[in-house]
């Protein structure tokens, strides 16, 4: 508990001392921001979870760090509006990502999916997979980054699942779970938001947190990592998929997707930005509460996991349609 309080003073302490100085104010203006608040919110999520990174798990490891790092100033670059073009960042993103499955030996060995696995086993197309793996994460993380504490909330909730599961992890899971809650408790307030430097390096460090948890720990089913992660990822590629039926570019933002179309119906009804805002990311992170309860009890069965999966995307589809007629 005592970590917990240096650690949410320090966090405070950064925040304000950025919200001050304006060096990573959230513009209002942004598709994002009106659906939360249209005063100036510090875009730290990133600086802080970076610092503590730097302090509690720099290992010594300088190549892996600069990855980390990399992503974290393509996060801020693309928050300060120095790289605009979406297919630059993806670009950058791309050669980070890469260069994070070389350096850090990252690979998936068994999707128990023959056809998957044969092709995999091909050391450059493993990297490849791996990398369009990470990039999906990245980016879904950066999509479900809309409303208050749902991507901090998401990724709190699977930091305490792997904790509660006692897996040996690649960091410290009590730390990070501080770490976590302290952002989770200033992005509840609005005193902070991800921006993309916090969104990037987020799904950067599951993807390799949890990459690493599939090699170290042959008993967990390759389908309980996808399940924990299933959200961001259904996010991005339902979103390019319904782009791409609209002739339009994937990379192009906008306001469609699921815990928008959610705010926008409960906004309507409430009529507190702020208030619906933070019921969309209650309702969402609930849902998927329950389904890493569900899903943590199982997590070696690929067969019950496959048809978790199987009912989210169902149930994601469905809601959508839904929402999207009425």
Avoid at 208 to 228: A, E, G, R, V, W
Wanted: charged share 15%; hydrophobic share 50%; glycine share 4%.
């Amino acid at each position: 508990m005592e970590k917990f309080i240096i650690i949410f003073l320090v966090s405070t302490l950064i925040n304000e001392l950025l919200l001050r100085t304006k060096l990573l104010p959230s513009f209002t203006g942004d598709l994002h921001q009106k659906f939360s608040s249209i005063k100036s919110v510090p875009l730290t999520g990133g600086v802080i979870l970076l610092i503590f990174y730097t302090y509690f798990f720099f290992n010594n490891n300088e190549l892996i760090y600069f990855c980390f790092f990399g992503i974290f100033i393509l996060g801020i670059l693309s928050d300060l509006k120095k790289i605009i073009s979406a297919n630059k960042r993806f670009l950058f993103q791309t050669i980070i990502c890469f260069s994070l499955a070389i350096i850090g030996e990252l690979e998936i060995t068994n999707t128990r999916i023959d056809i998957l696995d044969k092709i995999i086993s091909n050391e450059i197309f493993n990297i490849l997979f791996v990398t369009f793996c990470i990039l999906i994460v990245i980016n879904g993380s950066n999509f479900i980054d809309g409303m208050n504490t749902l991507s901090l909330g998401y990724y709190f909730l699977i930091i305490c699942s792997l904790h509660f599961l006692k897996f040996d992890l690649a960091f410290d899971s009590v730390i990070l779970i501080y770490i976590f809650l302290t952002l989770l408790i200033l992005n509840l307030f609005n005193k902070l938001y991800l921006g993309d430097n916090g969104s990037y390096l987020i799904g950067f460090l599951f993807s390799y947190l949890l990459i690493k948890l599939h090699l170290t720990n042959n008993l967990i089913s390759p389908y309980f990592i996808i399940l924990l992660l299933w959200y961001p990822a259904m996010e991005i590629l339902f979103s390019i998929i319904r782009k791409k039926l609209k002739n339009k570019s994937p990379m192009l933002p906008d306001n469609e997707h699921l815990h928008q179309l959610v705010f926008k119906k409960l906004n309507k009804k409430v009529n507190k930005k702020l208030l619906s805002n933070i019921i969309t990311a209650l309702i969402l992170n609930f849902y998927n509460l329950n389904i890493f309860i569900i899903g943590s009890k199982f997590y070696n069965h690929h067969g019950f996991l496959i048809t978790l999966i199987t009912i989210n995307i169902f149930i994601y589809l469905i809601s959508y349609i839904i929402l999207k007629r009425i």
